[in-house]
């Protein structure tokens, strides 16, 4: 036996080894012509001969690596941060080692060494990006923005609802302006709307398939084992039970708003959850409404229709499956209609008359029914196997017709106690309490907002926490909407709650909201910053997170002495530290 063949031998031996010591990869489609036996061995026999190959060649196991990948997302519900994960998973099978981190851990200047970048990015609000990606967008925005080069391959999937006139504005945004820096669009933007899984996936899968990332994919790995994710999620929620919903408004309120207590009975660790989460509800929409389509459309909802998951009758179709509420352009397209006014609901197109309408054709026209996610007010640690929401009913009139909110009526008057609903946990990637029970707490909640606050307190009160508490609460009047009065009356008194401050909108001449309190108060409220506070806020993104934030500003500049380039830079650290979070919508 000559030396040559002594070699060959040994490096067979190490490849056995290693095949023998790893997982078997996946060389063979699911979708190729073979059954499971047979794909399993043909597994098994290629990652056997590639080991051999790599180890003939000189290479080992821990030197062999894929390329490498840069996975950024903006997210503000964690649907983008959950997806980022997945992508990461699936990239390794695809032959690339991939990072993920959110847009605002980078320098847009960063991307020059970049070569491989994949963006998910939500848009909140008012078109704008979300918390952890604003700094990253308006660098990229600036005019000052360095070049990029061609060597840096992209794409952008944004996640939005087309429900709104800026849809998707900021991956939009994203994806244009990488382009005109001079970065290779590798995939065209893909645009989700809130049904985003059929749209994810195709592009998920087809990104891998661009030259620019096929070209340069390593070797296709098994991703590493991991924990079996939560056995409920969106798509498979688990039916729980409600136990009550009760008014929190007096008599006389124009608002109301119902503390909603939910059995998570049956439920084990998968619905485990943390203060600071959120919970999926999965509405089923007014069966009165259901009957008003029928009858304007002119159908008898026995008809036989055919949706993504399979056919069915009509009538459950509208119930349970479709939003019969929302009109997206994509209503507007196959129903061949125009609104007749801007804020029009699909009721609205149908009364005006759809040409060649077709029970077949109304579906076609209309989004698949999405859940509605609540902040979690109660702490697990003091309710278990429960979860407590704070949820305020949609009522209002457009074009002389009562229009109601699908799941704030689904859960405030129309599901009966007992009744079943289907729930899952979102967790939050950001908005929880801090580790440190000693660190003081600012929150900041008028209306519905106070829900996660209501289980941060709970939760500081059963801990014990030694950290300083301040809430800044409001609504329209101290008599009818003081959410929650006894128990924050009865935390001030025992000293759970450091200061709470209350802003009654319409108790005086001049409206006084949450905003105004924190200026007033800006001395103390600095120097709660300064003392280490951490800041969350929670409730409407469109005006009051707006004007909460100028407050805040205003309040650095003032106490801190600082002008507004350095309160950019003060602001940018709470946020970079975690110690300014929002949960707004």
Not at 307 to 322: E, F, I, P, W
Not at 398 to 415: C, I, N, P, T, Y
Request: a negative charge; glycine letters at 8%.
């Amino acid at each position: 036996m000559t030396q040559q063949d002594t070699q060959i031998l040994e490096k067979l031996a190490i490849a056995i080894g290693e095949t023998q010591s790893t997982a078997v990869q996946s060389f063979i489609p699911e979708d190729a012509p073979f059954d499971v036996e047979q794909r399993q061995w043909l597994n098994g026999l290629f990652t056997g001969l590639y080991a051999f190959t790599r180890a003939a060649s000189g290479g080992s196991s821990e030197a062999e690596a894929g390329t490498a990948l840069t996975i950024l997302f903006g997210s503000q519900s964690g649907t983008a941060e959950s997806l980022s994960k997945d992508l990461k998973k699936f990239a390794k099978t695809q032959g690339f080692e991939a990072e993920v981190a959110e847009l605002d851990s980078l320098d847009p200047a960063d991307l020059a060494s970049i070569n491989h970048l994949l963006i998910i990015a939500a848009t909140f609000g008012e078109g704008e990006p979300t918390d952890n990606a604003r700094n990253f967008y308006e660098g990229l925005m600036a005019d000052d923005a360095a070049p990029l080069p061609a060597t840096l391959n992209f794409s952008i999937c944004g996640l939005g609802d087309s429900s709104y006139p800026n849809f998707n504005n900021v991956a939009t945004d994203l994806d244009r302006r990488l382009g005109e820096l001079g970065a290779t669009r590798a995939h065209d933007l893909v645009k989700c709307d809130v049904a985003y899984d059929d749209d994810y996936a195709g592009w998920k899968s087809d990104v891998f398939r661009s030259d620019a990332f096929a070209s340069a994919a390593g070797s296709a790995l098994a991703p590493e084992p991991e924990e079996a994710g939560p056995l409920f999620d969106k798509n498979h929620p688990f039916l729980a039970t409600l136990l009550a919903s009760d008014c929190l408004n007096g008599d006389g309120s124009a608002k109301t708003v119902n503390h909603v207590e939910i059995s998570l009975a049956g439920g084990g660790e998968d619905l485990a959850y943390s203060v600071g989460d959120s919970l999926g509800v999965w509405p089923i929409n007014d069966a009165d409404l259901v009957n008003d389509l029928l009858s304007a459309a002119g159908f008898s909802g026995k008809e036989t229709v055919h949706l993504k998951s399979g056919s069915c009758k009509l009538r459950s179709a509208l119930l349970t499956k479709l939003d019969i509420v929302t009109a997206i352009p994509s209503t507007l397209e196959t129903w061949q209609v125009e609104k007749p006014f801007e804020d029009a609901h699909v009721f609205d197109l149908i009364r005006q008359g759809v040409p060649d309408f077709s029970p077949q054709k109304l579906v076609d026209g209309l989004r698949p029914l999405q859940p509605r996610l609540y902040s979690i007010s109660s702490s697990p640690n003091k309710h278990p196997g429960e979860v407590h929401l704070t949820v305020g009913e949609v009522h209002y009139e457009m074009d002389g017709h009562k229009r109601e909110g699908v799941a704030s009526l689904f859960l405030g008057s129309r599901l009966p106690v007992g009744g079943s609903l289907g729930v899952y946990v979102q967790r939050s990637g950001h908005f929880h309490l801090p580790d440190n029970d000693d660190q003081p707490v600012i929150m900041i909640g008028p209306g519905t907002g106070i829900a996660p606050f209501h289980a941060f307190l709970e939760e500081r009160e059963v801990r014990g926490a030694k950290g300083q508490n301040w809430l800044f609460f409001g609504d329209q009047h101290e008599k009818t909407d003081y959410l929650y009065r006894d128990e924050l009356e009865g935390w001030m008194e025992a000293g759970l709650l450091s200061r709470l401050s209350l802003a009654w909108s319409r108790d005086a001449d001049q409206k006084v909201y949450v905003q105004h309190l924190i200026e007033s108060d800006g001395a103390t409220f600095f120097d709660w910053l300064e003392a280490g506070a951490s800041i969350y806020v929670c409730g409407d993104a469109s005006r009051m997170a707006a004007d909460v934030d100028s407050a805040i500003r205003k309040v650095v500049a003032q106490h801190g002495n600082r002008d507004e380039a350095a309160v950019d830079v003060y602001m940018s650290e709470l946020v970079k530290a975690h110690r300014y979070q929002r949960d707004v919508y």
